[in-house]
């Protein structure tokens, strides 16, 4: 099959963004000993990232909305890359918590933009499917480039981590000046304008479907290494493959998600993928005492990880038609806030002493109650028309 040229620059830029997102979590004990810091404070770079994006998403778009989408992408990946490069030769801790918040104020503006962008160029009924293209870079980089970029920061020094970050952040910004389309901009909207949609109670579901539903996978992948290494018994120094394992299926189940979408409906996938993470986590906590079967689910848990990102950003912009780059950079916060709760609520069992496979029962809560959420959506809102008649009319 053929790739639209168009959407690569997008798909560099998720590269970029899922590099630096991701890639910490592995070099945070080398972080901490260069900066001497102890491990919980490096862990704050995490947060701080997070917080950018929370922070950055709703006010970029804000101010963003009435400039061409090329221009505003190529502004966004031009702070991205400057905050990396910065970072790579931050002196202090101080200095590089201010920066790590800085460099996410654009994680979740670009990809709002990104996926009105993503749905414009998309032929009628491929909407899903080319949101999905975009979100490949992000899947590609969980596959290859943070375990590469891991191996990198430990065999040499995590600084190389930004720096590598930075030059994926050139890379796009090029293809982005040569591959994507100049798409007109909407004149007749202003910041309070873009935020109207927050009024609709058909916004405020999604994203519950998203903060609560879509965190309960953030349970399992939150303590995905206890999980392995204690209760399924692979080697620690095997994380590793187990992690790319992971990263394959999210890329797998990033384009699945789309693909089906388009055919499905974005309500029934997203009541599909719902059932069948609650299938999946339930594996995990029965089943991760069996290795070959925990590395399977290992595989299937990353697949549907990624698979509800194309539909859920589908029904999101049909919910807010006259405001879709400012509903998707919220649907950002709202993946950034279930990776919050997933990480908190599964943390619960284990400070009261049970074993790491708890978690992903915590995760089959979550997910039911986005499905019971996802069920409702659907009853009240399921038969609407879908978003591409907004975006062809030029609505931005």
Not at 70 to 82: E, P, Q, R, Y
Not at 355 to 369: C, D, K
Request: charged share 10%.
């Amino acid at each position: 099959m053929k790739i639209d040229k168009r959407i690569i620059p997008l798909a560099i830029g998720g590269l970029g963004i899922g590099t630096t997102e991701f890639t910490v979590m592995g070099l945070l004990p080398d972080i901490a000993r260069s900066l001497q810091i102890s491990i919980p404070e490096a862990g704050h770079l995490i947060s701080a990232y997070a917080f950018g994006v929370v922070v950055g998403a709703p006010l970029l778009i804000g101010y963003s909305v009435k400039f061409p989408p090329k221009k505003v992408l190529i502004a966004l990946m031009v702070i991205f890359t400057v905050f990396n490069a910065l970072s790579a030769v931050a002196p202090d801790y101080t200095t590089m918590l201010v920066i790590r918040f800085l460099s996410g104020l654009p994680h979740g503006a670009f990809f709002g933009t990104g996926t009105v962008v993503a749905a414009r160029m998309a032929g009628k009924g491929k909407e899903a499917f080319y949101i999905s293209l975009m979100f490949t870079g992000l899947t590609v980089a969980n596959l290859a480039m943070v375990p590469l970029v891991t191996y990198i920061g430990h065999m040499y020094h995590w600084r190389w981590y930004f720096a590598i970050a930075a030059a994926i952040g050139l890379v796009a910004l090029l293809f982005l000046k040569l591959w994507l389309p100049l798409l007109e901009a909407n004149q007749d909207t202003h910041f309070m304008e873009e935020l109207k949609f927050l009024k609709k109670k058909q916004a405020w579901l999604v994203l519950m479907i998203t903060g609560i539903g879509f965190g309960g996978l953030f349970t399992w992948f939150s303590y995905i290494t206890p999980l392995m290494t204690i209760v399924s018994g692979i080697q620690e120094n095997r994380m590793a493959y187990v992690m790319i394992l992971a990263g394959a299926g999210m890329v797998v189940g990033n384009l699945a998600g789309g693909y089906v979408s388009d055919r499905l409906s974005p309500e029934k996938t997203c009541i599909l993928l719902m059932t069948l993470m609650m299938a999946a986590l339930g594996g995990v906590f029965f089943l991760s005492e069996h290795q070959y079967i925990s590395l399977a689910l290992t595989f299937i848990c990353g697949a549907l990880s990624m698979s509800v990102a194309a539909p859920i950003n589908i029904m999101m912009m049909k919910a807010a038609p006259k405001s879709e780059m400012m509903a998707a950079a919220f649907m950002q916060a709202a993946f950034n806030i279930a990776n919050a709760m997933g990480a908190f609520l599964g943390g619960i069992p284990l400070e009261h002493g049970y074993s790491y496979n708890y978690p992903s029962l915590v995760g089959v809560g979550m997910t039911l109650i986005g499905l019971v959420i996802a069920v409702r959506y659907k009853q009240k809102y399921g038969s609407q028309a879908t978003p591409e008649t907004k975006i062809a009319a030029g609505h931005m």
